[in-house]
């Protein structure tokens, strides 16, 4: 199987404070890699599209820099929130292609809840 | 953007087979029909896909109708830990090379023992 992780899987912390998450593709290589926020009893809203060693295409709506997407090597991709607000607080999924076709799996981390106090 | 309509909620009996249905009327004909689920407070799991056959796999049947305008998919024997939200979609070119999933609301199955 394709195994997505994130870390962490939950984050509290306080207002005016940048969180970073960890999105990683355990046993593959990842071309692209996606960042989705889901508010509860919503969907899944993508945020931003990254692939390795390029800059993110971000979602109209999503502010880049405030969510700032890293996307350093084939196995690793970064969002940092910064300037954390009470309204940021959401839950935060990532997922991973091997390529970037139309028939390409995304493959899902389990998400990280965070709580912006 | 084409997009998808899905009931809200279905209700299943365990060891029963269950009938998601999804109308995409706007379909275009190089949009791929993906079905994921998510299970509460987990990452979507992937279930489906297909373009214009209909596709067989582990976990699922989808049952493209001939216009490609609905498709419909089967899970032959429902268990308790089918319970989740099921989405289809339809996946869209970005850009470029890059092709992205927009989820909708989709269907919330629940599975009665």
């Known amino acids: 199987g394709a195994v997505v992780s994130q870390h962490p899987s939950w984050v509290i912390c306080k207002s005016g404070t940048s969180v970073k998450i960890e999105c990683r593709s355990l046993?593959?290589?990842?071309?692209?890699m996606f960042w989705y926020r889901q508010f509860p009893k919503q969907s899944l809203m993508l945020m931003a599209t990254s692939n390795e060693g390029s800059k993110a295409t971000y979602e109209q709506g999503v502010e880049k820099d405030k969510f700032l997407i890293n996307h350093a090597s084939l196995t690793l991709s970064t969002l940092t929130v910064t300037s954390a607000h009470p309204e940021d607080s959401s839950f935060y999924i990532c997922s991973a292609t091997r390529t970037s076709g139309p028939t390409d799996t995304q493959y899902f981390g389990p998400g990280t809840r965070l709580t912006v106090l | 953007d084409a997009k998808t309509t899905q009931p809200n909620s279905m209700e299943s009996n365990e060891e029963e087979p269950v009938h998601l249905p999804c109308n995409h009327s706007?379909?275009?004909?190089?949009?791929?029909i993906h079905w994921y689920r998510q299970l509460p407070s987990q990452g979507p799991e992937y279930v489906i896909h297909?373009?214009?056959s209909n596709v067989n796999n582990r976990m699922a049947s989808l049952a493209i109708a001939e216009d490609r305008k609905s498709s419909t998919l089967i899970l032959h024997r429902a268990t308790l830990r089918d319970a989740a939200v099921y989405y289809c979609?339809?996946?869209?070119?970005?850009?470029?090379?890059?092709?992205?999933?927009?989820f909708g609301k989709g269907t919330l199955l629940t599975v009665n023992p």
């Open positions: 297909g373009l214009t």
């Open positions: 706007t379909i275009s004909g190089t949009d791929y």
């Open positions: 046993d593959f290589q990842a071309t692209t």
């Open positions: 979609i339809l996946e869209m070119n970005s850009g470029g090379s890059n092709y992205k999933l927009t």
